[in-house]
């Protein structure tokens, strides 16, 4: 009888052993030999990219490597993911332009005021300049896995901003010190308040601010959009993101891993990047329904003539401090070489 039993367990562990299933669990409870430790702002809710990424990275890697994402902020800000980046508390995330910037500043080139139209206008432009991006990152112990975008920023705010003057008088959100963001206001004359992101919800609250750049798809993921009763339909910037990891936590990766890792980080921002522009009609359709009105602006009036030379002025102010004028010059040359190409480029207005 005894004998009989320790058959019976003996067979039933080799069924569950050989069963698909079974060894898919067993094979996610073993220890990676690399753990990523990888932040980012998206709410998990929204992240469902980075879950299959991060299955198919386990998957494909054969257990070696294994992402460890921390979702909505949980980390803190990306000056905060930065700061335990280089504590070696965390190895990696995907950041926004502000984020990429502190490391490499020239990458903010793609993101100047009133300078794009289109998205297809910045994938051409950034897709020329992209090679040349990796290199100054991993220049500065950093490896590049994807580049997507959140897509354009609109002016989002509580009162119908129509001119100058009514703009001078909003309380404008910062993100942080942001150089770029501070140029632009600095050119209009705008004193704006600095804050981080995780602090604009309640800032909204208590009225310590009452406008801000953003855009659709983050003006719904991180609730702003139910303080603020307007949208201008003209979009502000791009707003680019990077996934980005240490080249030290990299080069502990087998050449092979690393290989399988690239295409298919390449795949999610590739995803990403058309998830965020499907989404963008999703989220104006969500502003819309939550009762957010539509600024018409006509560019032609002097008020937005203004704004548009002061993005010029902006532009022009940072030339030697995030980006070199030879840079400045080939991003303006790709960008007027697709405009001869494509004479019809029309500007993404939100209708």
Do not use: C
């Not at 903010?108 to 051409?124: A, D, G, H, Q």
């Not at 208590?206 to 798809?217: E, G, H, L, S, V």
Request: glycine letters at 6%; aromatic letters at 12%; proline letters at 4%.
């Amino acid at each position: 009888m005894k004998m009989n039993l320790e058959k019976a367990v003996f067979t039933l562990a080799l069924v569950l052993l050989f069963t698909p299933g079974f060894a898919t669990f067993s094979h996610a409870k073993e220890r990676a030999k690399v753990t990523i430790k990888f932040a980012t702002l998206l709410p998990k809710g929204s992240a469902d990219l980075y879950e299959e990424f991060k299955k198919e990275v386990r998957s494909q890697t054969n257990n070696e490597v294994a992402f460890k994402i921390y979702y909505g902020g949980v980390q803190g800000d990306e000056l905060d993911v930065l700061r335990k980046i280089r504590l070696k508390q965390l190895h990696g995330g995907s950041f926004t332009g502000y984020g990429l910037g502190t490391i490499v500043p020239p990458v903010r080139v793609t993101e100047l005021p009133y300078m794009f139209k289109n998205y297809e206008e910045i994938s051409y432009v950034r897709e020329h300049l992209e090679d040349k991006m990796n290199k100054i990152f991993e220049s500065n112990g950093y490896v590049p896995l994807g580049w997507y975008e959140t897509g354009f920023a609109y002016t989002f705010s509580k009162v119908p901003i129509t001119s100058i003057e009514v703009a001078r008088q909003q309380k404008w959100w910062m993100w942080g010190s942001d150089p770029l963001q501070q140029a632009v206001f600095d050119a209009m004359e705008i004193s704006p308040v600095q804050l981080s992101v995780t602090d604009v919800l309640t800032s909204l609250s208590t009225k310590m601010i009452d406008a801000a750049p953003t855009t659709p798809f983050g003006a719904v993921a991180f609730r702003w959009y139910t303080k603020f009763k307007y949208m201008q339909e003209y979009p502000l910037a791009n707003f680019n993101v990077g996934v980005i990891v240490t080249k030290d936590i990299w080069d502990k990766i087998s050449p092979e891993s690393q290989k399988k890792i690239k295409a298919l980080s390449k795949n999610l921002a590739s995803q990403m990047l058309q998830s965020r522009r499907q989404s963008v009609a999703g989220s104006i359709q969500v502003l819309k329904d939550s009762g957010i009105s539509i600024v018409h602006v006509d560019m032609e009036n002097e008020a937005m003539k203004f704004v548009l030379q002061s993005a010029v002025k902006a532009r022009e102010s940072l030339v030697g401090k995030l980006y070199s004028r030879e840079l400045l010059d080939e991003t303006l040359a790709l960008l007027q070489e697709y405009r001869e190409k494509n004479p019809n480029s029309k500007v993404a207005r939100i209708e």
